[in-house]
T-cell receptor, first 113, second 111 residues
């Protein structure tokens, strides 16, 4: 039982390049989330998926797109990376949207030069 | 405008003593509060939570207190251990389960 897994662990992109961050959970959770954490800041919600087939914007969605591929997988795409997107990205899941206890993956550290 | 504030970026405590981490919030509609613990290079892990209808929740060495009139919550760790050294995030939730996080407090427990 791996919990929440994220790939890759590290990535360096040039400005304008695109990439997809992958997230998968094996806990049969319905809801999944993408956060970013910048130095000295708390986690900020980018997008979330309350259930399979639905996605909604969070606090900082600009520059990102998401896909809830199935119940297990939730990906985050940067179409044209910018230095302001340099951050650590965390994926999380919860049993249902109203279950506030979220389980986090280990994070992806992204640097955009 | 920050809805969840942790005004102390860091806290240092001696092993065996009490650690008290504080958190203030501005939105009276929050109905659930949580504390997460984060070690370097790892994701946050859930520690303890409290519903807005309660004023205290206890789990082993960890107790969370909620003062709704002051819009303030605190996490008490007794006794503190070196393994408790980490960054602690306060988070608040309303409605769909989306959480608003504070900036975190780095706790150092010295042997």
């Amino acid at each position: 039982n791996a919990g929440v897994t994220q790939t890759p662990k590290f990535q360096v992109l040039k400005t304008g390049q695109s990439m997809t961050l992958q997230c998968a959970q094996d806990m049969n959770h319905n809801s999944m989330y993408w956060y970013r954490q910048d130095p000295g800041m708390g986690l900020r919600l980018i997008y979330y998926s309350a259930s399979e087939g639905t996605t909604d914007k969070g606090e900082v969605p600009n520059g990102y797109n998401v896909s809830r591929l199935n119940k297990r997988e939730f990906s985050l795409r940067l179409e044209s990376a910018a230095p302001s997107q340099t951050s650590v990205y965390f994926c999380a899941s919860s049993v249902v949207p109203t279950s506030y206890e979220q389980y986090f993956g280990p994070g992806t550290r992204l640097t955009v030069t | 405008d920050q809805q969840v504030k942790q005004n102390s970026p860091s806290l240092s405590v001696q092993e065996g003593r009490i650690s008290i981490l504080n958190c203030d919030y501005t939105n009276s509609m929050f109905d659930y509060f949580l504390w997460y613990k984060k070690y370097p290079a790892e994701g946050p892990t859930f520690l303890i939570s409290i519903s807005s209808i309660k004023d205290k929740n206890e789990d082993g060495r960890f107790t969370v207190f909620l003062n709704k009139s002051a819009k303030h919550l605190s996490l008490h760790i007794v006794p503190s251990q070196p393994g408790d050294s980490a960054v602690y995030f306060c988070a608040a939730g309303q409605g769909q389960g989306n959480l608003i996080f504070g900036k975190g407090t780095k706790l150092s427990v010295k042997p």
